[in-house]
Nanobody
């Protein structure tokens, strides 16, 4: 059974930082592209970033330079370091896994999803 479990969400003030983690089980981790998406209230789910097994990362323009994605193949974990957070970063953040190659940015390109973790940026 494939499981993606996110952790690390919470409330943070504007300008602050949070670190999200996603632990993966039940699939060959190194064969999958790992991604993060987010969904704000009343909005569609949107791509945040992804990372291939060789460490090549892809970011949405809205987070480039502030967010960093990394993966730990020894522990089947992917992390998202979020710095300089803004109120518009408030959303439920989802971890996802995609089989194949490239830099998938559409949610229908991903095969497995976590349950999501809430991130709220507010003073």
């Amino acid at each position: 059974q494939v499981q993606l479990v996110e952790s690390g969400g919470g409330l943070v003030q504007p300008g602050g930082s949070l670190r999200l983690s996603c632990t993966v089980s039940g699939l060959p981790f190194s064969n999958y592209i790992m991604g993060w998406f987010r969904q704000a209230p009343g909005k569609d789910r949107e791509f945040v970033c992804s990372i291939r097994w060789i460490g090549v990362a892809d970011y949405a323009d809205s987070v480039r330079g502030r967010f960093t994605i990394s993966r730990d193949s020894a522990n089947n974990m992917v992390t998202l370091q979020m710095n300089s957070l803004k109120p518009e970063d408030t959303a439920v953040y989802y971890c996802a896994a995609a089989a194949g190659w490239g830099t998938p940015q559409r949610d229908d390109e991903y095969n497995y999803w976590g349950q999501g973790t809430q991130v709220t940026v507010s003073s």
